[in-house]
C-alpha cells in the first residue's frame, strides 16, 4: 500500500504568518564570513522550448535570519551588471549562461538560481519584464563549489514548478526564500531544497515519473501541467498580453495580484484550490510540457507516492530524531523511509519479530527507538536501525487487562523527556508508565 507526501498551504502556514511580518526588506549583498570562491556554474534559460535571450541570472541564498528575510545575492565580480535582485550574468543568444568564479559560497547555505526578464522569443528587441523562472540547486557543498554536484542547470517553467512547491514553506515571493537559524529550522530548509530532486530533473529540466531512490512517484503530469499553466505568461510579451492578465488573476494572493511568474506559481501552491478550472485553460494548443493532465483536477496540491519498505495496510505513522518515517503495518511488521529521499530503510517484509501482534499504534523515544502498541496488550521495541529488543514484547503494568469487545486496548503511546512510556488504555479507564 502506498503512502504519499503532499505539499500545500496548511504546511506553510506558521512560516507565512511570521514572514508577514517581515517582508519589504532589502535584498542582503553580504558575504558571510568562511565563504569560499565559487568556480564555474553553467547552464539555460528557457520560456517552454524557446531560449530567453538577454535574461538577468541571478545567483542567491536563502536567508537564514527569520522567516521572510530576503535572500542574499552571492554574484559579486565578473557580473554584467546589477538590478534589485544584486549582481546578475546575461544568458546568450541560445539562452546559455556561465558563472565563472564570480560568486561565494558559504558552505551549507541553500541556493537557487533565479532568471528574470529577457526575450523569450518575441519580435524584435521585445522583453517580457514579468518573466521569472527559478531552480534550486541545494545546499553549498564542502568544497565550496557546485561544479561537481550540479554540472549543468536547466531554468525553465518546470524546475520553478518543482521548486516553488518544495519550497512554498519557505517563501513568501522569487527574492524572499528563508528560514529562522535554529537547527531545527535549518534541518527543515534543508529538506526542503534536496525535495526539490524528487520531483525533477535540475540539470535536465524535465519532471521525473519516479524519485531517483525508485521507489516513489512524483505528479509529473500535474507538474507539467502547471509549467504550461505559467508559459503561457512567460512567451509573452508581459503583464500587458492576455496571458499574463489571466494568469496574475488568477494566481493573486488574496485581493493582491502578483507582477511576475514565479510569485503566481508560489500562490498556486499556497492556495492549490483556487481557481482551478480557470487556470488549467490557460494552457496553449501547443503547450511546451507533456505528459499533462487530460482534464482539470480537484486541487493544484502535489503529492509523491511512496511503496515498499513492507508497506501493508499501514495504521499509524511517526518521525524519529533523524526525519526518517516509521509506520505500523497491521500484518505485524514496521516500515521505515528517509524522510528527505523517501528510500526504502525497511526490507521487503517490513521488520518483524519483537513480540509485534495487531501492531496499532507507534511512538517514537528520544533515543529514536520506536516503540509498538498491539493488540493482544502488550508493547513491542525496536531500535532505531529496526532490530527487536531482546526483552520485547512487554506487559504488566495494567497493559494485561484484555479489551471489550469493540474497543482496542492499549490504544495510544507518547514519550515523556525523561524517556518514560506512557500508553493509554482505551477498554480499562487507565494510563500505563514503563
Request: charged fraction near 5%.
Amino acid at each position: 500500500m502506498p503512502i504519499s507526501s503532499r505539499s500545500s498551504a496548511l504546511l506553510a502556514l506558521p512560516a507565512l504568518a511570521l514572514a508577514a511580518l517581515l517582508t519589504g526588506c532589502a535584498l542582503q549583498t553580504t558575504a558571510s564570513p568562511g565563504s569560499s570562491q565559487g568556480l564555474a556554474l553553467t547552464g539555460t534559460v528557457h520560456g517552454g522550448q524557446p531560449p530567453v535571450v538577454g535574461s538577468h541570472v541571478h545567483l542567491l541564498a536563502a536567508a537564514v535570519t527569520g522567516y521572510g528575510a530576503a535572500s542574499t545575492s552571492l554574484l559579486t565580480t565578473g557580473t554584467a551588471g546589477s538590478d534589485s535582485f544584486g549582481g546578475f550574468v546575461l544568458t546568450d543568444a541560445a539562452g546559455a549562461f556561465s558563472i565563472t568564479g564570480d560568486y561565494t559560497c558559504v558552505v551549507g547555505t541553500q541556493v537557487y538560481v533565479l532568471a528574470t526578464q529577457g526575450n523569450p522569443g518575441l519580435p524584435g528587441n521585445q522583453t517580457n519584464p514579468n518573466l521569472a523562472l527559478m531552480a534550486a540547486i541545494g545546499q553549498c557543498p564542502a568544497t565550496g563549489n557546485f561544479v561537481s554536484s550540479v554540472p549543468f542547470i536547466s531554468v525553465n517553467e518546470v524546475t520553478t514548478v518543482a521548486s516553488v512547491y518544495a519550497l512554498s514553506g519557505y517563501m513568501t515571493d522569487l527574492s524572499h526564500v528563508a528560514s529562522s537559524g535554529t537547527p531545527q529550522a535549518m534541518t527543515g530548509i534543508a529538506n526542503a531544497f534536496a525535495t526539490v530532486n524528487n520531483l525533477v530533473d535540475i540539470s535536465g529540466g524535465g519532471a521525473l515519473a519516479t524519485t531517483p531512490a525508485g521507489n516513489g512517484t512524483p505528479p509529473q503530469t500535474e507538474i507539467n501541467t502547471l509549467a504550461n499553466i505559467i508559459a503561457s505568461c512567460v512567451n509573452s510579451a508581459g503583464a500587458s498580453s492576455v496571458p499574463c492578465t489571466a494568469l496574475f488573476a488568477n494566481a493573486a494572493n488574496g485581493s493582491t495580484q502578483p507582477t511576475d511568474t514565479v510569485t503566481a506559481a508560489l500562490n498556486i501552491a499556497h492556495s492549490p484550490a483556487s481557481n482551478i478550472a480557470n487556470l488549467f485553460a490557460l494552457q496553449t494548443a501547443a503547450a511546451p510540457f507533456a505528459p499533462t493532465l487530460s482534464a482539470a483536477p480537484n486541487d493544484f496540491t502535489v503529492a509523491i507516492t511512496y511503496t515498499g519498505g513492507g508497506l501493508d495496510a499501514p495504521v499509524s505513522i511517526a518521525i524519529d530524531g533523524n526525519d526518517n518515517v516509521w509506520m505500523v503495518n497491521l500484518n505485524t511488521s514496521l516500515s521505515e523511509f528517509n524522510g528527505v529521499t523517501g528510500a526504502a530503510l525497511s526490507p521487503s517484509t517490513g521488520f518483524i519479530g519483537g513480540g509485534l501482534f495487531g501492531a496499532f499504534a507507534i511512538g517514537i523515544d528520544p533515543l529514536n527507538n520506536a516503540w509498538v502498541v498491539n493488540q493482544n496488550t502488550t508493547v513491542s521495541k525496536f531500535t532505531s536501525s529496526g532490530a527487536p529488543d531482546p526483552g520485547s514484547p512487554f506487559s504488566g503494568g495494567g497493559l494485561n487487562n484484555p479489551p471489550s469487545a469493540n474497543v482496542l486496548s492499549p490504544r495510544d503511546v507518547a514519550f515523556d523527556a525523561a524517556g518514560n512510556v506512557w500508553i493509554a488504555n482505551a477498554s480499562t479507564g487507565s494510563v500505563t508508565e514503563l
